[in-house]
């Protein structure tokens, strides 16, 4: 189970940080992923994080303002978003994958509920 939060109203140019916490004991074995969808859009990949926060991946159009970092004592996983623009509004997911870090969607069984994230101009 994922329970994610953080989300809100911001204006363009400011920082927002979503949180992604787990239930599971066996958290540290999971790679997490962030992904977002805008009204009328696909789900995209954000970026993801490995299992052992060893390795971190991003998508283009966030890999100069985002950061994922995790605290496996903690069970949680951290988007950190700066600089955010009106394009990054959508509503975001983390996502658990066994062991292996994915940019697929697909790959991940394990879903937050999603909140939403709205810059505003």
């Known amino acids: 189970q994922l329970e994610d939060s953080g989300g809100g109203l911001v204006q363009a140019g400011a920082s927002l940080r979503l949180s992604c916490a787990a239930s599971?004991?066996?958290?540290?074995?999971?790679?997490i992923g962030w992904f977002r969808q805008a009204p009328g859009k696909e789900r995209e990949f954000v970026g993801f994080?490995?299992?052992?926060?060893?390795?971190?991946n991003f998508a283009d159009s966030v890999k100069d303002r985002f950061t994922i970092s995790r605290d496996n004592d903690k069970n949680t996983a951290y988007l950190q978003m700066n600089r955010l623009s009106p394009e990054d509004t959508a509503i975001y997911y983390c996502?658990?994958?066994?062991?292996?870090?994915?940019?697929?969607?697909?790959?991940?069984?394990?879903w937050g509920q999603g909140p939403q994230v709205t810059v505003s101009s």
């Open positions: 994080i490995g299992w052992r926060a060893i390795n971190t």
């Open positions: 996502a658990a994958n066994y062991y292996r870090p994915s940019r697929d969607p697909g790959d991940y069984d394990s």
């Open positions: 599971e004991r066996t958290f540290s074995s999971y790679s």
